[in-house]
């Protein structure tokens, strides 16, 4: 992992090079005695992860059929353990 952030450090660097040649060409085309500053940075501010609520998919059908077939499983289950009993 520390190898793959080395490597993705070398890029930003060589992102920063190139923007800094890039801004030094654009402003000799500007012409001398224009110095443009870069506004400073908006402060950052951590995001706080919110947990939405999910929205129901199952109707007030599908979750009767639902019901009901627990209902038979739980008493084919209950059935089957009194067979072992007895």
Known sequence: MANGLKDAIARLEQQKTAIERALAALREIDGPGVETS?????PVRAKTKRKAKRKS???PEGRARL???MRKRW???RAAAKKKRA
């Not at 870069?38 to 908006?42: H, N, Q």
């Open 57 to 59: 998919r199952i109707t």
């Open 75 to 77: 008493a084919a289950k």
């Open 38 to 42: 870069a506004p400073a940075p908006a």
């Open 67 to 69: 019901a009901e077939a």
